[in-house]
C-alpha cells in the first residue's frame, strides 16, 4: 500500500513531550486513569496498544500544561505521525481556543483524552472487527502491542476525527459542570462519571443540548447577591441585640452573678437582659415539573432550564432546593437535592404519562411538612395539564408554602384559584427571567 508506514518498535517507546515523559511516575499515572474510564471492551485494546496509550497520555498534558514541548522527532513511525499532527495542531486557533478551559484543569483535560481515546479505540477495534477479529498489519511484541501497517494519511485522518470528537464533548462537559457549580462539583465523587456521560449524550440528543444552552443563559438573571429574609426571636445563628426576659434560664451570665438582693429585684420587675438572635426565616424551594407526554419539546426545555437557574438562586439565598417531576405519580421516591443528580435528572427524564396535578402539590406539602412548616416555602409548579385540582389550600398554609404556579400554553382555573401567584409562562428567555424575579420575591 502506497505511503505505509514502516513502524519500529523498540522496547521503550518514548512520548512527543520534552516536559513530561514516559519515564515520570505522574505520565503513568494519568495514562492508568485515562484506560479506568473506559469500558472493558475498550480497555483490553488500550492496554495492548502502546502508541494508542502514549498518544492519549500526550494529549492529556498538552491541553493540561501552561507550556507543553514536542520533541522535535520520533524514531517509532506512528508516533512520529502523530507528533507532525500535533506540532500543526498546537499552532492553530482551534487548540488555543480550548485550551483556555483546558489548562491546569485536571477534569477537562481528562474529560478531552478521555474522548479522544474512545474515538481512536472505537475506530482501531473497528478495523479489527474487519479483519475477522486479528486484523493483517496489526502486530506487536505482545500481540497486539503495536500499530504496524497503518498509512500515514490514516493515522492523520484518525486523529483528526478524534480531536474533533474530543473538542465538542469537553466543550460540553464545561457547560455541564458550570450547571453543577463550578470546578468544585467535579470533585465529589461519582460526579465526573455523570459529567463525562452527558457532555457524550449532548453529542447526539438535541434536546439536552437545548437544556443546557438556555440553563446557562438563564443564569445571566440569577442575581450575584440577594437579601435574605430573618426574623428575630429566641434562637438562631447570628445576635441581632440584647432583650429583657422574666426566663432565667435564658439570661446572660453575669446576671445570674448578681447579688441575691439585686437579682431579686431584676427578676420582679423587668427581668433579667439575654441575647437577641437572628434566625433565617426563609425555607425550601421545591420545584415540581410536568414530565406527561404533551411536555415535549420546547415546553420541557423551557421548564427544565428554569428549575436549573431556580436551583442556582436557591445556593444564592442560602435555601433548601428539592427537585421532583410528576405525571400520574410524582418522581423519584425522594426529592432530588444534590446538584450532580438536579442536573442529571433535569438532562435525562423522558416526558410521557398523564397529568396528577394534586398528589404532586400533596407530595411536596408532606416533604415540607417534615422539617421545613416553620419556614416560609415556595412550591413552583410548572404544567401544562388541564385536570381538576383540589383545594389545597389550608395544607399550603399549614406549611407557610406561597404556591407559584406556571402553566404552560393552557388554562387551569382550580389550579389558579389555590396559587399565590398563577402566572402564563412564557416560553423564552425573557420569560424566565420574569419568573426568577418573582420567585426571588
Partial sequence: MAGRIKNKIKNNLVNNLINVTTRDYVYLLVSRRIGSFLPPEMQEIYDKF??????????????????????????????????????????????????????????????????????IVGRIRGMIDLGGGKLSGISGRSGLSGLSGIAEVEIEELLDGAVKEAECVTKNAEEIRELMGGKSAGREAGTF????????????????????????????FVPKATRIAKVKGKTGDELSGYMLTKQ?????????????????RKLTSDG?????????????????????????????VWARSVAMAIYRMSKTKKRKYFLRFFDTKVHPKLPITEAREIVDAILKVQSNGGTDITN??????????????????????????????????????????????????????????????????????????????????
Fill in 193 to 220: 462519571q455523570k459529567i463525562l456521560n452527558l457532555a457524550k449524550q449532548m453529542m447526539f440528543v438535541e434536546e439536552l443540548k437545548h437544556i443546557v444552552r438556555m440553563s446557562r443563559k438563564m443564569m445571566d
Fill in 272 to 300: 433579667f437582659l439575654s441575647r437577641e438572635k437572628l434566625k433565617v426565616s426563609e425555607g425550601a424551594y421545591y420545584v415540581l415539573i410536568d414530565k406527561s407526554g404533551s411536555m415535549v419539546g420546547e415546553k420541557t
Fill in 248 to 264: 432565667v434560664e435564658r439570661a446572660l451570665p453575669r446576671e445570674l452573678a448578681l447579688p441575691e438582693e439585686l437579682f431579686t
Fill in 50 to 119: 502502546e502508541q494508542i496509550r502514549i498518544i492519549s497520555t500526550d494529549s492529556y498534558f498538552m491541553h493540561y500544561s501552561l507550556y507543553p514541548f514536542l520533541r522535535s522527532k520520533n524514531d517509532d513511525d506512528i508516533l512520529e505521525a502523530a507528533r507532525r499532527f500535533c506540532d500543526e495542531y498546537m499552532a492553530g486557533e482551534r487548540y488555543q481556543t480550548l485550551k483556555t478551559l483546558t489548562t491546569l484543569d485536571d477534569e477537562l483535560s481528562l474529560v478531552y483524552s478521555i474522548a479522544l481515546t474512545k474515538y
Fill in 360 to 441: 404532586a402539590i400533596g407530595t411536596a406539602i408532606d416533604d415540607l411538612e417534615e422539617k421545613f412548616s416553620e419556614y416560609t416555602n415556595t412550591i413552583v409548579i410548572i404544567t401544562d395539564g388541564e385536570d381538576f385540582v383540589e383545594d389545597l389550600s389550608k395544607e399550603l398554609r399549614k406549611v407557610r408554602a406561597n404556591l407559584i404556579s406556571v402553566m404552560i400554553q393552557g388554562y387551569n382555573e382550580t389550579l389558579k384559584a389555590i396559587s399565590d401567584h398563577y402566572v402564563r409562562a412564557e416560553l423564552s428567555e425573557k420569560g424566565g427571567e420574569k419568573l426568577l424575579k418573582l420567585v426571588e420575591q
